[in-house]
């Protein structure tokens, strides 16, 4: 049984250090593909101002904007890296999950006019322990999703709702978008995994680290070309 504990606890080290070395390699990766357009952008502004000034006004604005889009996506990139990082360090207070749930909604109901997004449940006063951005941040990853996952032509629904059975609160969000195809099913939580042409893939996975780290659990059920309906549970703090 001790020989059996000890390779368990090694494997484990060894899976964690495998994903931060493929997360490294990643972060990396995004890193590097816009610096090769910045170097040349800035090669080529020091070429117009020597061999033709007249025109290095122009070109300068032009590049100045290239520029400044490159960097705000660096910055995204290493804020995206240093939140997952960051996870172990919730400050935990308690949070009315209710509250933050419809604010979340809300927001999301009015950006999106080819999707109906609805509530159904208590607006407040369902109070859990969390943090409460990382609380928003994990009902937008979702709820992002999920507005993502509706095809084109297609009038979208999200329905979201919460309930709670004794000590657990229970939040699902469930789409008529595409659903996930049984071939990547394992995938969609791990760091690094993306659908998406842009992105790192780490929304779900921080989202997942944000639950568990509340003590709770996250998870889904899909039916490819029907939709998803993903679940929450956490536990709620007692009134008393």
Partial sequence: VDELEKSAQLLLTAERESAWRTMARQVAHEINNPLTPMKLTIQQLQRTKKLDPEQFDGYFEKAAHTLVEQIDNLS?????????????????????????LVSVVNL????????????????KDIIVSGDPEQIIQVFNNI????????????????????EFEEET??????????????????????????????????????SKSIIEHMGGHISFITK???????????NRKSNK
Avoid at 76 to 99: L, N, Y
Avoid at 108 to 123: A, D, L, V
Avoid at 224 to 234: A, K, L, N, P, W
Wanted: proline letters at 3%; zero cysteines.
């Fill in 108 to 123: 999301f109901q009015h950006n999106y006019e080819n999707i109906r997004i609805s509530y159904t449940g208590p607006e």
């Fill in 143 to 162: 709820l992002k999703n999920a507005t993502q996952s509706i095809k084109k032509g297609v009038k979208g629904k999200i329905d979201v709702t919460l």
């Fill in 169 to 206: 609160v229970i939040i699902r969000f469930t789409d008529n978008g595409a659903g996930i195809s049984e071939t990547i099913r394992n995938e969609i939580f791990k760091p690094n995994f993306t659908t998406k042409s842009a992105g790192m893939g780490l929304g779900l996975s921080i």
């Fill in 224 to 234: 490819q070309d029907e939709g998803t309906t993903s679940e929450i549970r956490v």
């Fill in 76 to 100: 995204r990139i290493a804020g995206t890296f240093s939140q997952f990082a960051r996870m172990p360090e919730t400050k935990f207070t308690d949070v009315d999950i209710a509250g933050k």
